[in-house]
């Protein structure tokens, strides 16, 4: 738009409470690590309309508060004196709200067009060369008003409830009206709790578990690269998937065995999985928010961990569901621990048996407000198969472009839209042609319209050397 935009930064002051130094936090350990692997920002990128009759003063006055409230957001990152990264939290300092004011003869939407498509430029863009601190802030003013936010924040401090938490202090997001907790504990003391014999315990125990998944994993999930200059991740593409079938399938079958989609959707995609590669036994991550812990619902942070399970695909596709509702149990009871423990272990268990093993396959159920009305489907009018599948022409798949660096040959995230299944597949294009995926995808559907109406048929899953393309 040019010059019908005048861009300009307004300086915003701030103080509060937990000035201090403390080691990184599990989850931050955790974070840190994907973002080397992968060269990813990991930011938490968004945008939102704001309540009529807001000003640009109002906005940074909501911005002053909510940095001076939470510690995390005044955090630094550097290293201690022993060259280990630790975390700095900040008194007091300043912050730039960048404000993008629009022409008078413009419409309203462009305000908000344009700020749709800043959130996801500012989700790519390393926050350190804008700001000094794990938040950026942009806001949209037309005609006087401020009509539009764009809110970034950087996943070392925050994650996915962690941002709808602080998106309450502001009075916007899904999430207005709950109440936050004030003795939350704050991220840089969680740091130090994670020091203590009491939660050294508790990554102990997680150890012992992750052991039984780890000792006889094969080299890479998926198999090797024909490539010589195999790289895990160089070589990925990303396909978004919606079926509006699969959806009403997954809830059938969810309302059927009194499961949460969530176990339905993990053993659905795993069993789709095993189905077109041959990978049986299949042992994949999942993301464990561990916010069920004691004083971690309402933390200002990262606390985002990989489980590990493992499931056998022999059997039915009830047989699957069953697993996954008892595997989800016990991996997430065991997925809050120290991530340089869970590298000695791995370090332990490849010189044992003589080879590097890694997991690359992993499931992430992003999932929050429909999740919830997903799962409330007791009250729902059942449908029947044929008018689920009448849906199958909607079905939805779209490439993009490639994503030349990930970490998992095969990563599966479940996006929060309403009425569908909304998948985002990256996959190492060296393992997976793009016709194995496609197929993958539309198995899903089948097997959640077989979860929903056939529990007795078998899963399908073939040896490997049988399947086309694996």
């Known amino acids: 738009m040019g010059e019908r935009i005048v861009s300009s930064r307004l300086t915003v002051s701030f103080s509060g409470p937990g000035a201090g130094t403390a080691p990184l936090s599990w989850g931050q350990k955790t974070i840190l690590q994907d973002m080397r692997t992968s ?3 990991y930011n938490i990128s968004g945008a939102h309309h704001l309540p009529e009759g807001l000003t640009v003063a109002d906005v940074a006055e909501r911005l002053s508060r909510l940095m001076s409230k939470h510690p995390a957001l005044r955090t630094r990152f550097g290293t201690d004196d022993e060259g280990e990264p630790c975390q700095v939290v900040h008194g007091s300092g300043e912050i730039e709200l960048e404000v993008m004011t629009f022409a008078d003869h413009l419409d309203r939407t462009d305000a908000v067009d344009h ?9 790519a863009a390393p926050l350190e060369e804008h700001t000094p601190w794990p938040l950026r802030m942009g806001v949209m003013q037309y005609r006087g008003e401020a009509v539009y936010l764009v809110l970034t924040l950087g ?3 925050v994650d996915g409830v962690g941002g709808l938490l602080l998106m309450t202090d502001l009075d916007l997001g ?3 009206g709950r109440p936050v907790d004030p003795d939350a504990v704050r991220l840089a003391d969680l740091a130090r709790r994670e020091a203590t014999p009491e939660l050294r315990r508790v990554s102990d125990r997680a150890m012992r578990y992750w052991e039984t998944h780890l000792r006889s994993l094969p080299p890479l999930t ?6 010589p200059d195999y790289e895990a991740g160089r070589r990925c593409r990303n396909v978004r998937f919606q079926s509006r079938a699969a959806y009403l399938a997954v809830v059938e079958a969810a309302r059927r065995t009194r499961t949460d989609t969530g176990r339905v959707l993990l053993a659905v995609i795993a069993t789709a999985i095993a189905r077109t590669t041959g990978v049986n036994p299949l042992t994949l991550h999942v993301a464990a928010g561990n916010r069920y812990r004691p004083g971690l619902a309402d933390v200002i942070g990262s606390v985002v961990q990989n489980a590990v399970l493992t499931l056998d695909l022999d059997g039915t596709v009830d ?3 069953a697993q996954a509702r008892q595997a989800t149990t016990a991996a997430l009871m065991n997925a809050y621990y120290d991530p340089d423990q869970l590298a000695e272990l791995a370090a332990r268990l490849d010189a044992e048996r003589g080879y590097p093993a890694r997991i690359t396959c992993r499931i992430n159920d992003r999932r929050f407000s429909t999740r919830a009305r997903a799962d409330a489907v007791a009250d729902a009018p059942p449908l029947t198969e044929d008018e ?10 779209k490439w993009h472009k490639f994503v030349y660096r990930w970490t998992d040959q095969l990563f599966v995230n479940i996006e929060d839209h309403p009425d569908t299944v909304y998948l985002q597949v990256v996959s190492d294009t060296e393992v997976f042609p793009a016709e194995q995926v496609e197929a993958m995808l539309h198995a899903v559907e089948e097997v959640a319209i077989e979860a929903a109406f056939h529990p007795d048929v078998p899963t399908g899953a073939r040896p490997r050397e049988a399947v086309t393309g694996a």
Request: glycine fraction near 8%.
């Open 174 to 176: 899904e999430l207005v």
């Open 319 to 321: 047989d699957v569901i």
């Open 39 to 41: 060269d990813w920002t």
């Open 115 to 123: 700020g749709n498509r800043l959130w996801l430029k500012w989700m």
């Open 155 to 157: 996943h070392l401090v």
């Open 388 to 397: 689920i599948r009448a849906r199958l022409p909607e079905t939805y798949v």
């Open 222 to 227: 998926f198999g090797e690269s024909g490539a």
